[in-house]
C-alpha cells in the first residue's frame, strides 16, 4: 500500500527548533520529488518547500517558501524511505497542520499524508 | 513568485448543476503546469487534474479542466454530493509553487 506517514505533532516554543519527518512506503522513495505543504485551521493550503530527486552522486536541489527561507531545511534519506523538515527559530505564524506530499511525475501532488501539526506557543 | 487568484470565492449550488471555478495566475505558467486538488474537512487534499487539462487516476469524467497561459478553468459538468468541498489550483511550473487561496462549493 501506498503511504506516507508523518512523524507525531509537537509543541514548541517560539525561537524554538524542531524536525519533523514522513515516512514512505509502497514505492521507490528515491525516484521521486517531496514537498511540504501546511494549512492554518480553517485557512488555505501553503506551499513550504520541495527536494528534488537526486542523482547518485549529488543532492537533490532544494526550494523553499520565502516565509521559511533562511529558517527551515528540508533533507531526505533515500536509505531510510524518508522526508524531514528541520524547522528553526520558529514563530507563532508558523502554527499549523504540515503535510509532506509525493510529486507525480505527470505533475502536481498525488500522495498525501495525513499531516501533523506543529503547534508554537509559550 | 507566482500568485494565483482563484474566484469565485464560495459558489452556492445545487446537486446537479454545473460548476465553473476559475484561477488566474500573475505570469504564463510554463507548459500549462497547473493542477487542481479537492479537499473536504479533516482531510488531505486530493489530485483531481494535472497539466491543466489531465483527470488523475480515478477522477470521475465530470471533472474537467481548461485554460492556458495565465487562465484556467476547473468544470463540474453535474455536482453529486460528495464534490460540496474546496477546491485549489496550484501552479507548478516554476521551481517554487504556489496555491491558490480555494474556491468552496457548497450547497
Known amino acids: 500500500e501506498v503511504q506516507l506517514v508523518e512523524s507525531g505533532g509537537v509543541v514548541v516554543q517560539p525561537g524554538g527548533s524542531v524536525r519533523i519527518s514522513c515516512v514512505v512506503s509502497g514505492f521507490t522513495f528515491e525516484d521521486y520529488s517531496f514537498h511540504w505543504v501546511r494549512q492554518v485551521p480553517g485557512k488555505g493550503l501553503e506551499w513550504v518547500s520541495g527536494?528534488?530527486?537526486?542523482?547518485?552522486?549529488?543532492?537533490?536541489?532544494?526550494y523553499y517558501a520565502d516565509s521559511v527561507k533562511g529558517r527551515f531545511t528540508i533533507s531526505r534519506d533515500d536509505s531510510k524511505n524518508s522526508l524531514f523538515l528541520q524547522m528553526s527559530s520558529l514563530r507563532t505564524e508558523d502554527s499549523a497542520l504540515y503535510y509532506c506530499?509525493?510529486?507525480?511525475?505527470?505533475?502536481?501532488?498525488?500522495?498525501w499524508g495525513q499531516g501533523t501539526t506543529v503547534t508554537v506557543s509559550s | 513568485e507566482i500568485v494565483l487568484t482563484q474566484s469565485p470565492g464560495t459558489l452556492s449550488l445545487s446537486p446537479g448543476e454545473r460548476a465553473t471555478l476559475s484561477c488566474r495566475a500573475s505570469?504564463?505558467?510554463?507548459?500549462?503546469?497547473l493542477a487542481w486538488y479537492q479537499q473536504k474537512p479533516g482531510r488531505a487534499p486530493r489530485l483531481l487534474i494535472y497539466g491543466a487539462s489531465n483527470r488523475a487516476i480515478d477522477i470521475p469524467d465530470r471533472f474537467g479542466g481548461s485554460g492556458s497561459g495565465t487562465d484556467f478553468i476547473l468544470t463540474i459538468s453535474r455536482l453529486e454530493p460528495e464534490d460540496f468541498a474546496v477546491y485549489y489550483c496550484q501552479q507548478y511550473g516554476s521551481s517554487r509553487f504556489t496555491f491558490g487561496p480555494g474556491t468552496r462549493v457548497d450547497f
Open positions: 506530499a509525493k510529486e507525480s511525475y505527470s505533475g502536481g501532488l498525488d500522495i
Open positions: 505570469q504564463t505558467l510554463r507548459d500549462n503546469y
Open positions: 527536494v528534488m530527486w537526486q542523482e547518485a552522486w549529488q543532492g537533490g536541489s532544494t
